[in-house]
């Protein structure tokens, strides 16, 4: 492993982990003061970013190549366990995003975090966050990318039970590892097979790498392996489940509301930006396997668009503010899903461009509304019910602004850098299928309808809460308007957007469709629209009705209770794996039972016989009465030190002697 | 050399016993300084192993030559990790007894006495005295439960002899009916005859029997289901350094035992019942797993989760038997290495586990983890360390867990993809079980009782500090102690697989 050559290999790209795990180590041993371990933090991250954007610049222009610098882990019995860097496309886009985002949530955190007495131990963790997560996307190895995402999990667990003391927030912490971590079995599955079928871990390897045209060829060769699948799409469905579970997709998603007990930089951070969307990259990076089976696109369109509309749904019957934020990320990451499965299937490997690029407007923009939020929150005296806001507007101009330009942005109102990638997705589900092209446009009218209404309740009115509303400090609202020019410009910017696609993809991309342009127009207007019509005039409070509660009461309920999704894993996965549980501790209850019935059977035959001998020898007329003492004896403790254990020793003499004896005349 | 490094804490329990027991400070400073004498000779030894080379350091003498018994030791790679263990941990168990003051003299001389024979079953290549070591373990333990134990140790300790001392009553008289079969003790020997293919041929009728006696006495010690019942009460009863000498050596021994004694004898047997292997093995696995989820008792959930992660290690060792030729990845000898890894890993980690909980008594009182709570905010420093343990128990990259479940789990994976993928739930039922400690002892309110807690001295950290050193240095570059066994699973796998 080479760190230091920057020109010739790319193994220097190991630096843009190692510098936040140089700040994580020092924070974690040497505990500094909250304001320096946040300096520390924020200057490592620089140097990532730094390194990112200089990763970004080689590739920028060089999409169709692929640099790797490889080494080994672990060599056994002539076979090599590798680990590597590799250098695409999709590694330098998503490194300069995620260090760029990371960065801005840094600097948010410095002032967010403040007053809090172990700033310096969040600022570790947040470190250690990024770790994992540049490391992973760096990973040119299976296995490595499934360490880095261990990590990322880690810290995701760390950071949503900050607030430890708090119960929820504990339970939090551990319903998003565990419901994860179901995930990450079927990860570590397809990472065993891919590791099985073609003998290495690489994913690109002069060749030789799995990724490679000749490992999926072969690959893709087996027939029906596993329904229906060739190996490719097997090890892809298995891959596919970790990034289910990272990616908060159905049936995997319920961890990710929860998720929102954690600090608000650490919900923009991780639960909208970057951790999230590491599921969605997996598949982006594995997408060579997905593609060498067209079965394995229609299960990630068809999960995408199910849980899309599921999210969008239950975001319209929530009322926090930071929930019906996670609802819409499940969502958004589900339409990503769309984007890279129908993408497939129209666009073969030019899918990567279609649901990358909506991963990385959506991170902008998401990011920029979980800050925006957290801003409003602090504003409106930790109130986070949308119920109890109402009239932000006037208060807190520059974060109002900056979030109604990331509500326009997730809306995909036209122009903004949400619509541009929207409509790819539209247009691929468009030609690849119609029914996902229509879950996926209802799913898109129902964002732009909640986050109007969330709108509504936020920003028109009277203020509804307790206390008064203040604007953020300026180190807050710095990096909501640099965010807030992203999500509004970054389609834009580039009006040749699709140089960004061919970018993220490496093959030319180019496709248009009149009447989905149509569509997505009357989309995003027409949530917009709905929303304004049914909540813009409204009476809007805690103690009103929602409008739409008034006009369908049941469904409504419905969403408000998330549509049942946890109750129903407790009536039934939970159930099963309790009964499993008690099944087994009753069956090993049992088991202990006869080891102590066998145990006293044992201990009175064996201090019967061996007082019965030794009585006889030394004594024998006080046989009958030793016997019956022993018998009735309740001494346990007695009976082993005085019986059991001299026996034992006085038989393994005996057994000893008489095998010297045995030996000796086999022997002769 | 080898046998100075294993008479040392001998001398220094005679040393014990000898001095006068009302000054503890110098019995438990002659205990340190006979296990530290050992470990250093010990590391020195494994420093100056050959990678390359078979047996090595090699010690034998004819004992009683008529019966063919020698006094015989020598360190290859499968024990070089092993001794390395025992010497990193030995230490250890001495510093983690250090509050032993209630006949100090008796504790610490049968610890000393433990460690001996520790080292003497993991270097004895002759069962004769093998034999006598591997017995010689169980007394101390026996005593140290029953004499310094919790509530439930009379029980525990009787439970515990008793599996353990018909265990051993089986093998011994396996091993009698083979030495009377083929006229050896040794275990150089015996492999070099298994391989020749004459012990099979000898032992004709009897070979299923004699396999099953051999293996008994292995099966108690690992354990492995259905003869683990003494384990959860013997782990959970036992003194702090008890549970750690069981938990982090002696169900090794077991493992050992069966890479020294049984699958290189016997490699046809292992071939053949390869199955009913991998599914007691997978059994016992899910059982230690699920168990753990309804105990409330911290020692009992290491304990059984003990039960479900030594039990990794049979998992590699018999998907090795099933394994029907070396493909591309070489999946035996990575199964293998990952068994022997693990062995390692576990007793670093593990001993640091029960190290760790062993403070919970002292600060609450109990054992019952449901009487905790929010222990994080007044012991943040006890909080790190057990967070740190679990984690690496539960198989975070980059810790101890994970480099030797991965291997285990790629190997097993080529060979036996099924139950690879049954095991996969015991990782589950891990991290539940595991997050659920932390969850219920660190988070949450406050217990009043516990506000005036005081969190672990440094003292404390530094006793635990060389484990959770060794825990990343394995995770990170476990290369480093790989390096040891290569050449030696390389040969038995080749053994093995025809």
Known sequence: ?668 | MITTITFIPLVAALAIVLAPSANRGMIKILALVGTLISSVLAIQLVLHFDFGGELQFVEKYAWIPSIGVDYFLGIDGLNALLVLLVAFLSPIFVLASWKVDEKAKTYFSLLCLQITALYGAFTALNFFHWFIFWEGALVPVFFLIKLYGGDGRHKAAISFFIFTVLGSVAMLLGVLLLYLNTGSFDFIELRKLAVEGVIFEKLGVLYPTIFVAVMLGLWVKVPLFPLHPWQAAAYAEAPVAVSMVLTGVMSKMGVYGFLRLVVPVFPEAIRDYSNTLLNLTLITILWGAFLALRQSDIKRILAYSSLNHVAYCMFGIFAVGAAMGVDKINAPAIAMQGAILQMFAHGIGASGLFYVAGKMEEVGGTRDIRAFGGLGTVMPRYAFVFSFLIFSSLGLPFLAGFAAEILIFSGVFSIAPIHTGFALLGLLATAIFLLTIIQRIFTGKTNATHFGATDISYGEVLIILPLLVLTVWIGVAPSTWLILSDQFVQTLVSLLIR
């Open chain 1, 1 to 668: 492993m080479n760190l230091f050559n920057f020109t010739d290999s790319v193994g220097w790209l190991m630096w843009v982990p190692i510098c936040p795990l140089i700040a994580g180590v020092f924070l974690a041993l040497l505990k500094p003061s909250g304001r320096v371990s946040a300096f520390v933090a924020i200057a490592a991250l620089a140097v990532s970013l730094i390194l990112s954007l200089k990763a970004f610049a080689m590739t920028w222009g060089h999409e169709a190549q692929i640099e790797t610098h490889n080494f080994t882990w672990m060599h056994i019995g002539g076979v090599d366990l590798e680990f590597g860097m590799v250098l695409n496309a999709l590694t330098g886009s998503m490194l300069a995003m995620v260090s760029l985002i990371g960065l801005l949530i840094f600097i948010y955190s410095w002032s967010y975090m403040s007053h809090d007495d172990r700033m310096g131990r969040f600022f570790c963790y947040l470190s250690i966050f990024m770790v994992g997560m540049l490391g992973l996307v760096v990973a040119n190895s299976l296995l490595l990318f499934f360490m880095f995402w261990e990590i990322v999990g880690l810290a995701s667990y760390l950071l949503i039970g900050f607030w430890f003391q708090k119960p929820s927030a504990a339970a939090a912490a551990k319903k998003a590892f565990i419901t994860t971590r179901i995930g990450d079995l079927g990860f570590l599955i397809g990472l065993l097979w891919a590791f099985k079928a073609t003998g290495t871990f690489l994913l690109f390897d002069n060749g030789s790498g799995i990724l490679e045209t000749t490992q999926i060829a072969a690959l893709a060769a087996s027939e029906n392996v596993m329904f229906g699948m060739n190996t490719a799409g097997a090890i892809a469905l298995f891959l596919f489940i970790g990034a289910i579970g990272k990616s908060g997709q159905l049936p995997l998603h319920v961890w990710l509301p929860d998720a929102m007990e954690g600090p608000t930089p650490v919900s923009a951070l991780i639960h909208a930006a970057t951790m999230v969307a590491a599921g969605v990259f997996l598949v982006a990076r594995a997408f060579p396997l997905f593609i060498a089976d067209l079965a394995m696109l229609e299960v990630v369109a068809w999960f995408g668009a199910f849980t899309t509309l599921f999210a969008a749904l239950v975001a319209v019957g929530q009322y926090d503010i930071k929930r019906i934020l996670a609802y819409s990320t499940v969502s958004q990451l589900g339409l990503m899903m769309v984007g890279l499965g129908a993408g497939g299937l129209a666009l073969k490997e030019g899918g990567i461009s279609i649901g990358m690029f909506h991963l990385l407007t959506h991170a902008f923009f998401k990011a920029l509304l979980f800050l925006g939020a957290g801003s409003i929150i602090h504003g409106c005296n930790d109130e986070q019910d949308v119920r109890l806001m109402g009239g932000v507007f006037s208060k807190m101009k520059i974060s109002s602004i900056a979030y109604l330009a990331g509500t326009i942005a997730l809306c995909a109102f036209p122009f903004t850098s949400g619509y541009f990638s929207k409509d790819q997705i539209l247009l691929s589900a468009w030609t690849a299928s119609g029914p996902i092209f229509w879950i996926s446009a209802i799913a898109s009218l129902l964002t732009a309808f909640y986050m109007t209404r969330q709108c509504c309740y936020v920003f028109l009115g009277k203020y509804r809460g307790k206390g008064h509303v203040h604007e953020s400090s300026p180190i807050m609202t710095v990096p909501l308007v640099i965010l807030a020019v992203f999500a509004v410009a970054l389609g834009y910017v580039s009006e040749h957007f699709y140089h960004i696609l061919d970018y993220l993809s490496g093959v030319h991309v180019h496709q248009h469709e009149s009447i989905v342009v149509i569509i997505s127009w009357i989309i995003a207007l027409g949530g917009i629209g709905l929303g304004l019509l049914v909540y813009a005039r409204a009476k809007l409070g805690i103690d009103e009705t929602d409008p739409v509660k008034k006009v369908f009461p049941v469904p409504y309920r419905w969403l408000e209770n998330r549509l049942y999704a946890d109750e129903f894993y407790e009536a039934t996965a939970f159930k099963l794996w309790d009964v499993l549980a008690i099944l087994i501790t009753v069956l090993e209850a049992i088991m202990n039972q006869l080891v102590d019935f066998v145990t006293v059977v044992v201990r009175n035959i064996g201090s019967f016989f061996l007082n019965t001998i030794d009585k006889r020898v030394i004594d024998e007329v006080s046989f009958d009465g030793t016997c019956s003492r022993i018998y009735n004896s309740s001494q346990i403790n007695k009976l082993i030190q005085n019986g059991f254990l001299q026996g034992y020793l006085r038989l393994l003499t005996g057994g000893a002697v008489l095998i010297g004896i045995l030996l000796i005349v086999f022997t002769r």
